[in-house]
């Protein structure tokens, strides 16, 4: 039966892979805004000189931590949620409402990227900038938003088919693809 | 239609978006999302990006992956083992001294990262099976694990602190410093829960075995028969000297006003980093991509979190139900300790549920003019209010310290865990009233060192 979905789940590994490579370029990027961070404090205590694009450029580097590193997050079931009233729910009607959370989730996520994209495209168009000291085109760090919304919503798509599929096949039992794996790593907050 | 209304049927949708599984950063989005097409004018949808983009460009919060990171390095290393023997020489003899133990070095190591699940992860690990082959009751031994860990988010550094002090535009350094005196308290307590439920439980052993031998036996493994030399003492307290050392330089580059606590959290971070490489040897560039990887998952959820639940708050704001709410409380004739009550049920009500993180995100914008109307002080009331978080981590059904431990203990019955841990609630409550009863327990500290 799934066999002839081969290409497809291709597609979806792709996706997935994506979504890792997102995880470890943020997670790089983490590390670059501590060292960057601290280049700015030695800058400005030590050698009091004046820091011009240290404060800027490391808070778009959270924000791609955030954006974008939400699609490693949500492929590895980080993201807290409360599922105490679905596992009450019979097995089959669990599948259900976790298509619809699914859906849901890649509707919202669609939505807030679609607009993000309409943003991201006035405001280069209208060469806007940061008007900072550093002064960078917004266009960079508006892109910010769009590509981490597109990558969760494409990682909620294959999610969405993992649902699908289990609904279909009527394989319950498995490890929900939504939820969190792995929990002693423990940091999650 | 009244501003009231409209903020009940926004908690009404919030819910039902939360119930349903949906992760509740998204939740908080599409309930803000849903509340533009609801209330405002559809044309304002072009503002929501926009509300997305500044919610989280804010140089202010990247103290909290930076914190997470530091912590998420001190948890890869041993110093949690360090730790655990440093408490364990000095304390260890009592009556379950090792969960005293373990609690003080819950305690330390809460020093050394913003989070609570971390905290239980880090000292729990070892210190959970440790317990098991000293024949600890399995009710005290997850019940120290899943209570220290959340001074994870009292004790400074802290990401509910960092998160509560933007939200409210209150000094971050002074809310890190009016958590010291009530973690060092909260601590104290916890150990002496410690003491009582071992004395109840030998009590309780010995109605059920009149043997005699067989508890006198057991109580003996339980106080730990080792003594420790001096010397073996001091040499394991030197060895936690650099990281209380770190610990100290974070506080005091905050509190002299010399760092912004991003700039600290940078700072310790890579202090961290190099620390851990001199002292453990244990950093290598795959171990380091582990340690970033873990940062990434952490804070991609509070980020988020942080990010939608803003864009909420702002709406929220547009349609003043903040204002609105706080006039009719405020206009209220009753006693403002009342509305201190209520307000504390109501957060633990919703500790149940939600994380610390998104309560204090969800509630501030709404309630924080409410709490200076009625003449509560901030920093106060801030670490009232983590308190109050940290019972949340406790209890049942999202109390996310549970599963950390029963994560680490999968062979105790998460029965055993759950009559361990509820009683530091009350403990927990117990505190919260000393505070209300003593504020200067809280407001002493920041105020004797920053005026």
């Known amino acids: ?189 | 239609m009244s501003s009231l209304l409209i903020g009940l049927i926004i908690a009404l949708i919030l819910l039902i978006m939360m119930a349903l599984g949906i992760p509740v950063a998204f939740a908080l989005g599409l309930t803000a999302m849903i509340s533009v097409v609801l209330f405002l004018d559809p044309a304002q949808f072009g503002y929501f990006a926009d509300f997305v983009f500044s919610s989280l460009n804010n140089f202010g919060l990247l103290a909290i992956p930076l914190f997470v990171l530091m912590g998420a390095i001190f948890g890869q290393s041993k110093a949690s083992l360090d730790l655990l023997e440093a408490a364990q020489v000095w304390i260890g003899r009592l009556l379950g001294g090792l969960a005293m133990s373990s609690v003080v070095a819950c305690s330390l190591f809460a020093a050394l990262t913003g989070s609570s699940p971390a905290t239980s992860a880090a000292i729990g690990r070892i210190a959970i099976p440790e317990m098991q082959r000293r024949g600890y009751p399995n009710q005290v031994s997850t019940g120290a694990i899943v209570a220290g860990g959340t001074l994870g988010i009292l004790i400074p550094p802290s990401v509910t602190l960092i998160l509560y002090g933007i939200a409210t535009e209150t000094s971050i350094g002074r809310l890190f410093l009016a958590g010291v005196i009530p973690g060092i308290l909260v601590t104290l307590l916890f150990c002496v829960w410690i003491l009582i439920a071992m004395l109840l439980f030998r009590r309780s052993a010995a109605s059920a075995q009149p043997a005699g031998e067989d508890v006198e036996e057991a109580s003996q493994v339980v106080a730990g028969p080792e003594s420790y030399t001096w010397k073996h003492r001091f040499a394991t307290l030197i060895k936690v000297i650099p990281f209380i050392g770190l610990i100290v330089a974070v506080l005091s580059v905050l509190y002299l006003g010399i760092a912004t606590p991003s700039e600290a959290a940078a700072v310790g971070a890579l202090f961290a980093l190099i620390l851990v490489a001199v002292l453990y040897r244990s950093i290598n560039p795959r171990n380091l991509m582990g340690i970033a990887l873990e940062t990434t998952r952490t804070s991609t959820m509070i980020l988020l979190i942080v990010a939608f639940s803003a864009v909420l708050g702002q709406i929220m704001s547009f349609l003043d139900v903040p204002q609105e709410l706080a006039q009719v409380i405020a206009n209220l004739e009753v006693n403002r300790w009342v509305i201190f009550i209520g307000m504390n049920l109501l957060f633990l009500f919703l500790g149940f549920f939600i994380p610390p993180v998104a309560i204090i995100l969800i509630t501030m914008p709404v309630l924080f003019p409410v709490i200076t109307e009625l003449g509560f002080d901030p920093i106060w009331f801030g670490i009232v209010m983590t308190l109050n978080m940290e019972m949340g981590l406790i209890t049942p059904p999202v109390g996310l310290n549970l599963y950390v431990v029963q994560g680490i203990a999968p062979d105790i019955p998460l029965r055993d865990i759950l009559i361990g841990s509820l009683p530091y609630v009350g403990v927990l409550a117990f505190g919260i009233l000393i505070l209300a009863l003593f504020p200067g327990v809280v407001t002493w500290l920041p105020n004797y060192l920053m005026g």
Request: glycine share 10%; charged share 15%; with cysteine.
């Open chain 1, 1 to 189: 039966m799934s066999e002839p979905e081969a290409p497809k789940s291709a597609f979806f590994r792709l996706i997935e892979r994506l979504s890792e490579l997102a995880g470890y370029a943020s997670g790089v990027l983490i590390l670059v805004s501590m060292l960057i961070v601290c280049y700015g404090v030695f800058l400005r205590y030590v050698l009091g000189a004046s820091t011009v694009w240290q404060l800027e450029l490391s808070t778009y580097l959270l924000m791609f931590a955030a954006f974008v590193g939400g699609a490693y997050g949500l492929k590895h079931g980080d993201h807290v949620k409360i599922d105490i009233l679905v596992n009450r729910l019979p097995e089959k009607a669990q599948l259900y409402v976790r298509l619809l959370a699914a859906l849901l989730g890649f509707l919202f996520i669609a939505a807030v990227g679609l607009i993000a994209y309409v943003l991201w495209w006035e405001t280069t168009e209208a060469g806007r900038t940061s008007g900072t000291a550093w002064n960078v085109p917004l266009t960079y760090p508006y892109l910010i938003v769009p590509l981490g919304m597109t990558l969760i919503a494409l990682q909620y798509l294959v999610i969405a088919a993992d649902i699908l599929r289990q609904i279909t096949t009527g394989r319950t039992g498995e490890r929900p693809p939504d939820t969190r794996e792995g929990l002693e790593g423990g940091q999650n907050q």
